[in-house]
């Protein structure tokens, strides 16, 4: 699933046949932040009045992903790669694949580390080989760690879980490595999950009613239970997110962070370089609020192996936490412990990042795929312009190792619609999400 952040005008979405855009009544109220002014006080009311989309493409609008740029699907054959409708490439050399085709069949194929392939045995492969247990789901996420684990929600709410597990990261309730993937149930009322998110060695998963629970490793408070013991199942993490409406989540290596309904952010877990972006570099064993020097909404956040990335609903980029690399994007190497504006000179609408590469990379209003940091061995300081069309191709090329930074998922036809996020102040809406389906 391909996300591209939350944005009130209409201008930041892409013209696409097929799709409508629907406006709100004139009598819906906005939120009473400065930076979110009422739609119907806006000069221009055509940008100001999008509020939903909710439509598909009529016609069959091609494959839009070149896979040849991730070496391990030229493996593949031409048909089998054409039938490709999610994948995810992953592991420490991203030598290791899962990916779904056109009919809800899932496959898996590479080095098959900690079992983290799911077919079984801990045999490589060098062709695909079938996940009987995932076939016909629907897939809507996927994340893998470092060990590798891996974690699958499907669109009916499921959780699965395989590979790596000496931490508990399965959340099974035991340490044995899964083999093939294994439904989890979160909590005694079988909550339904919507995202999943996964740390080195710890996983965190968000519920339909906005809702955080994780479990694994602890060492360093990334569990958010208030200590640094290990939590074998999914655990609700309570104080103090236990009246706020989560809407997102991201897991860097030992470290997880939250977006609330109202665009607050929440980070907990290890914070050696500041990678939650607290003004510190001490460890929080519970959620602690990041705090902006200005008022903000945040929409996407993103992490990579250790720094921060976050993006406002206006377009504005921040990050914060470990800079070695200029993976911050701020002109020099200085680690930072609190958000700082990185300077782009035009509205991004996508930021990417992963917990396994000091890569750092964005997409603008206009399509333009800056990237930045550790890229290929070469270090770059501030956003630099590429020739490429999504953030996807930044990690393929110049990430090392050449991951996914998340599921990619393409296909003939695509349906657009928008997520809203409840007002800062008041239940008025802020910002959306444009999401691509098949």
Same mark, same amino acid.
Request: charged residues 15%; proline residues 5%; positive net charge.
């Given at each position: ?30 939120? #009473?932040?400065?930076?979110? &002014? ?8 055509? #940008? ?11 016609? &069959? ?9 991730? &070496? ?32 809800? +069949? ?41 060990? &590798? ?41 079988? #909550? ?96 602690? #609020? ?59 609408? +996508? ?88």
């Amino acid at each position: 699933m391909a996300f591209i952040p939350p944005h009130r005008y209409s201008g930041l979405l892409p013209s696409l046949p097929g799709v409508r855009y629907h406006h709100p009544s004139r009598g819906r109220r906005g939120c #009473k932040r400065p930076s979110c &002014p009422r739609p119907d006080k806006q000069e221009d009311t055509h #940008k100001s009045s999008l509020y939903a989309v909710a439509t598909t493409y009529e016609k &069959p609008i091609g494959k839009m992903v070149d896979f040849g740029k991730w &070496p391990s699907f030229t493996l593949l054959s031409p048909q089998e790669v054409e039938s490709i409708r999610q994948a995810c490439v992953f592991g420490t050399c991203a030598n290791e694949v899962i990916y779904t085709t056109d009919d809800d +069949e899932v496959y898996a194929f590479g080095q098959n580390c900690s079992n983290c392939l799911g077919t079984g045995d801990n045999q490589s492969s060098m062709t695909p080989r079938r996940l009987d247990a995932l076939c016909g789901k629907k897939i809507t996420g996927i994340s893998y760690g470092s060990g &590798p684990h891996v974690l699958v929600c499907t669109d009916d709410g499921k959780l699965y879980a395989w590979g790596h597990n000496g931490y508990n990261q399965l959340g099974n309730g035991n340490t044995v490595q899964g083999t093939v993937p294994v439904r989890i149930s979160v909590d005694a009322m079988k #909550k339904r999950v919507t995202q999943v998110a996964c740390g080195s060695h710890h996983s965190m998963v968000l519920t339909t009613d906005g809702e955080v629970y994780t479990w694994g490793y602890n060492n360093c408070g990334q569990i958010g239970s208030g200590t640094t013991t290990n939590q074998p199942v999914p655990r609700r993490v309570s104080t103090p997110l236990h009246n706020k409406v989560i809407v997102s989540i991201a897991a860097g290596p030992t470290c997880s962070m939250a977006i609330t309904d109202y665009g607050q952010v929440f980070g907990w877990g290890y914070n050696g370089t500041g990678q939650l972006g607290v003004g510190g570099t001490g460890n929080q064993l519970i959620p602690c #609020k990041v705090v902006f020097v200005q008022p903000v909404c945040i929409v996407q956040i993103v992490c990579g192996y250790s720094h921060t990335m976050a993006l406002t609903d206006q377009g504005y980029l921040y990050s914060w936490g470990a800079n070695s690399n200029g993976q911050l994007g701020i002109g020099n190497k200085s680690n930072q412990l609190s958000p700082i504006k990185v300077e782009t000179h035009e509205r991004i609408v +996508e930021i990417a990042a992963c917990h396994s590469s000091h890569t750092s990379a964005a997409k603008s209003q206009r399509g333009q795929v800056y990237m930045w940091g550790l890229c290929r061995g070469q270090i770059i300081l501030s956003p630099h312009l590429t020739n490429f069309t999504c953030t996807d191709d930044v990690f393929a090329c110049f990430s090392n190792p050449p991951v996914m930074w998340r599921q990619l998922s393409i296909g003939r036809s695509y349906m657009a619609t928008l997520r809203h996020y409840r007002g800062c102040r008041t239940r008025g809406i802020i910002g959306y999400s444009f999401v691509l389906r098949t």
